[in-house]
């Protein structure tokens, strides 16, 4: 997909006729920001941002701020629906100024402005900027640097977007796997919280072992945590979670880490240019979301070359197994106490229950438990 720049261009400042009477946002809260002439939203893929000023000119460098088509809906379930990157926070800070953050980038801290937000007579928004350097600035859609004193005013205005779960504006899990039993998995790294749809559950990774990671399920995931999703079904529409504006949910104790970022982006002679921001994987001491050899949902070693944006991963010390299992607490507990005794039991073929039983030749039709299958400890889900 062809990358548009969101540049900052000088204006002249629109008449006061065209503001409503209520130009403020309801509070803060988390948005989706979508130009009202292009139907593009804007996505955050770069923590990078700046705007230098002087003599009533601008050089600004939004090149973090990545647009995406979503005007149709099935353009909007490809490109939007499922991406963290395209939910931002709005904050508050005096009466009409607001902070623009979303993943890892803070506008404020970036370029040391507030957006001023103000409300037009149909509803939409003009999001600026100003200072005595550089006068008025808005936040327009516009496909490269030009910056000059009059821009069409199609480009400034913005449909500001609260995240719900309508069709129009739902935000979903996009599964990254489906395991043996036709149930779909996907781990999420994102800045905002969430608490999972209907048919959907929540973890973080409390604990791990050399084989085994080990399940804790949150009724609500906080901003900014690494967590793993069992979906309800195959599509973000199916998957459609609830973004409250406020949280004080904590996770506690997580293993997982996440990655915001895999921005890759070049000059035109190849090397990388300075919006390139991505996190090389590494098989040693990395496992990724994937499918395990008995087909159950598993951390694995991947053949990737970054980590992608806003996905979890387990980090691991090097001397750990490619394939992590994911177990819940009572099954862990279960290992724990049994983990020295099976170890010294030789190994014998067949399926035995963990008192020595045998009961079969191989797992198939098995109940949900633990057993000893030739000489080794497995987890039937």
């Known amino acids: 997909m062809k ?3 969101i540049s900052l261009a000088i204006v002249m400042l629109a008449p006061l006729s065209l503001l409503a009477q209520g130009n403020q946002l309801n509070g803060s809260g988390y948005y989706r920001v979508q130009n009202r002439d292009s139907k593009r939203y804007i996505s955050v893929v770069d923590n990078r941002a700046s ?5 009533g000119a601008a050089d600004a460098d939004l090149e973090a701020l990545l647009m995406l088509q979503g005007k149709t809906d099935e353009l909007f379930e490809e490109n939007v629906a499922w991406n963290p990157a395209t939910i931002c926070r709005f904050e508050q800070v005096s009466s ?39 006068g008025t600035a808005d936040l327009c859609d516009m496909p490269d640097y030009m910056l000059h004193p009059y821009v069409d005013k199609s480009k400034k205005y913005w449909w500001l977007r609260p995240i719900d779960q309508s069709d129009e504006q739902y935000f979903g899990i996009k599964p990254d796997v489906q395991d043996a039993d036709g149930t779909y998995w996907a781990t999420i ?31 609500e995931v906080p901003a900014g945590e ?38 890759l982006t070049y000059t035109e002679s190849g090397t990388p240019d300075g919006h390139w921001h991505a996190t090389y994987y590494n098989p040693t001491t990395m496992r990724m979301l994937g499918i395990g050899a008995d087909g159950k949902v598993a951390f694995v070693k991947s053949n990737i070359s970054y ?18 299992q994911i177990v819940t607490e009572a099954e862990w507990e279960v290992l724990g106490v049994n983990t020295i005794e099976a170890e010294a039991t030789p190994a014998k073929t067949g399926v035995y229950t963990l008192s020595g039983q045998r009961i079969a030749d191989t797992t198939n039709g098995l109940s949900k438990g633990l ?10 889900k």
Not at 51 to 55: K, T, V
Not at 230 to 243: H, L, S
Not at 307 to 318: G, R, S
Not at 371 to 380: E, F, L, P, T
């Open 3 to 5: 990358k548009f720049i």
């Open 51 to 55: 705007i230098s000023a002087s003599s």
């Open 96 to 134: 009409n100024q607001y902070n623009l953050s979303g993943l890892g980038l803070d506008l404020h801290e970036k370029t040391g402005y507030y957006l001023n937000v103000a409300k037009i007579a149909d509803g939409s928004y003009r999001l600026y900027g100003s200072t005595g350097g550089i």
């Open 189 to 219: 790294y994102a800045a905002f919280p969430f608490k999972p749809g209907t048919g959907m559950k929540a973890y973080v990774i409390q604990k791990q072992s050399s084989n085994y990671a080990v399940l804790k399920e949150l009724e």
């Open 226 to 263: 690494p967590a793993l999703v069992r979906c309800a079904g195959a599509t973000p529409k199916e998957n459609k979670v609830i973004v409250p504006n406020t949280s004080s949910a904590t996770a506690g104790e997580n293993v997982l880490e996440g990655n915001f970022f895999c921005n």
């Open 307 to 324: 980590l992608p944006a806003c996905k979890a991963y387990l980090p691991v010390k090097a001397s750990r197994a490619a394939e992590i």
């Open 371 to 380: 057993y000893i299958v030739n000489g080794k400890k497995v987890i039937v």
